[in-house]
């Protein structure tokens, strides 16, 4: 097993900042790459934002919240996370961007460290192969919101070691996550069986069995469901929906993960969820 202390995160988006926010606050130095300084500085900006939440609920004593943004560093130089024992990529969702981001961090990382992707749909032995350290290359694929969400999705490819899997599970108990193991296929656990739930409620509804509010009922108090699947939707994002869709559909060719033409219609239109203010229910501006 690999004994992780210091952590890297490449990519300071919405789950980039909070797999860091959660590393910071169990305890591991974590450095944060981004490209860009302005994206480093929105990214930092909003974990020092969710931290003080925490705060103001009482569910964080102030002195640990200045602890965990003083084991945070900022950098927008690859070459800073070379002493770390885990690299989290958390980029976007391109397999040529994640393939180059891999080759440079083998180049750059010693021996024992670990690299892992966050991706929820994409191939991780692809990655794995711009790589001399395929045994030490697996997925590790958290939740919104990051600091909130217990369950962290640990990846297996064909060629992930006993070893690798052993100190990603330590890993995700230290943060305070409940591990669930899964092979190397789209969509894992969850999304492989989200996405085919998402895509039949709005087959449902574009047929005109009931409407958006009353599916969204029906499912919140008939399976006790913490919301029902177009809130749901416009939370995850419509664009991110639909593109997770067309990879798992590509690959197991099944048609219950075929994107409905109510989906790409609403993607085309750039009605894109919570994210933009405009999914299926409209979010104004506050």
Known sequence: ?????????????????????????????????????????????????????????????????????????????LEDLAGCDLVIEAVVENMDVKRALFGRLDGLLAPHAVICSNTSSLCVIEMAAATKRVDRVAGLHFFNPVPIMRLVE?????????????????FAE???KRAVHAKDTPGFVVNRLLVPYLLYAIRVYDEGLASMEDIDEGMKLGCGYPMGPFTLLDFVGLDTTYYIAEIMFDEFKDPMFAPPPLLKRMVLAGRYGRKNGKGFYEYPAS
């Open 1 to 77: 097993m690999v004994e992780i202390r210091k952590v890297g995160i490449c990519g300071s988006g919405l789950m980039g900042s909070g797999i860091a926010q959660a590393c910071a606050s169990s305890g591991f130095e974590t450095t944060v790459y981004e490209v860009s300084r302005a994206a480093l500085d929105k990214g930092f900006a909003g974990i020092r934002s969710s931290l003080d939440k925490f705060v103001e609920k009482g569910k964080l004593a102030a002195a640990d919240r200045d602890a965990a943004l003083a084991r945070l560093k900022p950098s927008a130089a």
């Open 154 to 170: 640990v990846v297996r490819t064909i060629e992930t070691s006993d070893a690798t899997i052993a100190s990603l599970t330590a």
């Open 174 to 176: 230290r943060l305070g």
